[in-house]
């Protein structure tokens, strides 16, 4: 008995998890089983769906692996290995397709009734041992528990999932990716420096993406001069020599780890000074079908000798050279489908056009 003890207890300790900064602390919990102390203390008279009152709350989430039936046990005392002689009282909400914001998507959780209500489970009973039980638990989606302890005693805190090996039964993701710190939109100074960045749980891997359009991405790869992209496999992504043309596109961030993985929020790159502030008339540019070259004109009646870079999206140099007459072909026979940079300079003089081949 005292071997099997010890075992629980190990098994135990190794399922504590970090807390989820963005959902008032909460802590991730597993299937077989998180222990986690109680708060005291901090006593509260807010009435939050069937709870009368809500002193020392505790907050838990976890994440659906395997659609199915998911039976939770949730227990507090200070009696191990039961933990179960005091009073607990439970409320949840859910399903989340994302981690919630605890502060304003529970519905009647600070007065929140704007919503829908998305309570899917509650107890005020005088029990030690409360049962939260979902059916058809949709695969991916987040759930939210907020538990409280009415007797303010000190003690810990055990939720475990009693139907894994049944019929029917979903499972939970124990180790899933959670975004705790959300990249914000960025605004940077034409060829300056600017950086995306966040902060995740139990994410061993990165990737970030870019769209023109907001809806389609691609993924970036390092390297390139206009602009130079590093930090493509971590949590923080930087473009030194930014052009003008790059205000308005979006990013993304893919964290994973070897059994889950998730997107970050859209954010958008704004350029203090429109793309209108750098244009001028001294060149003309467009991609002929026709020909598979892009047609430079220069508009420079001095016939001044130009100099033009071509750049794949990803700040990588295709190809640089003068432009010696007032039309200048450029062959893009090597070049994919897609959306280029032109950079046309003279000493101060500088333009870039976004060229799209189809």
């Given amino acids: 008995m005292k071997k099997n003890y010890i075992l629980f207890l190990f098994l135990i300790s190794n399922l504590v998890s970090a807390q989820i900064q963005s959902c008032l602390n909460a802590n991730p919990i597993c299937a077989d089983g998180s222990l986690i102390a109680n708060t ?22 976890f994440k659906v692996g395997d659609s199915g039936d998911i039976s939770l046990k949730i227990s507090q005392g200070d009696n191990a290995p039961s933990y179960d002689n005091q009073d607990i009282d439970f409320i949840s909400w859910g399903p989340f397709d994302h981690l919630p914001d605890c502060t304003t998507e529970l519905y009647g959780y600070s007065s929140n009734f704007t919503q829908a209500s998305n309570v899917v489970g509650c107890s005020y009973s005088a029990s030690s041992i409360e049962n939260f039980n979902l059916l058809n638990a949709p695969s991916g989606k987040f759930y939210v528990i907020m538990s409280t302890n009415y007797s303010n005693l000190p003690g810990s805190i055990l939720v475990q999932q009693i139907n894994q090996r049944e019929a029917g039964a979903g499972s939970l993701i124990c180790d899933y990716v959670i975004i705790d710190q959300q990249p914000d939109n960025r605004t940077y100074a034409v060829n300056g420096t600017v950086s995306f960045s966040l902060e995740t749980l139990n994410a061993s891997t990165y990737r970030w993406e870019m769209s023109t359009n907001g809806t389609d991405y691609s993924v970036l790869s ?6 130079a992209i ?31 993985s998730v997107y970050s929020k859209v954010s958008t790159l704004n350029s203090t000074l429109s793309q209108n502030s750098f244009e001028n008339n001294l060149f003309s540019a467009y991609y002929d079908a026709t020909k598979d070259v892009i047609v430079i004109k220069n508009n420079d009646n001095t016939n001044a000798k130009f100099q033009y870079n071509l750049y794949e999206l990803n700040g990588r140099l295709i190809s640089s050279a003068t432009i010696q007459s007032q039309i200048e072909n450029v062959s893009t026979a090597n070049c994919y489908s897609g959306v280029y940079l032109l950079e046309l300079f003279n000493g101060e003089t500088r333009q870039v056009k976004k060229i799209i081949k189809r």
């Fill in 40 to 61: 005291t203390n901090n006593i509260s008279a807010a009435t939050v769906g069937c709870l009368i009152s809500t002193p020392n709350q505790k907050w838990y989430i």
């Fill in 230 to 260: 590093t930090g493509v496999e971590t949590n923080t992504l930087t473009l030194a020599n930014t052009p003008s043309i790059y205000d308005g596109y979006s990013f993304r961030a893919l964290a994973s780890n070897n059994g889950d």
């Fill in 222 to 227: 390092e390297g390139g001069s206009m602009p």
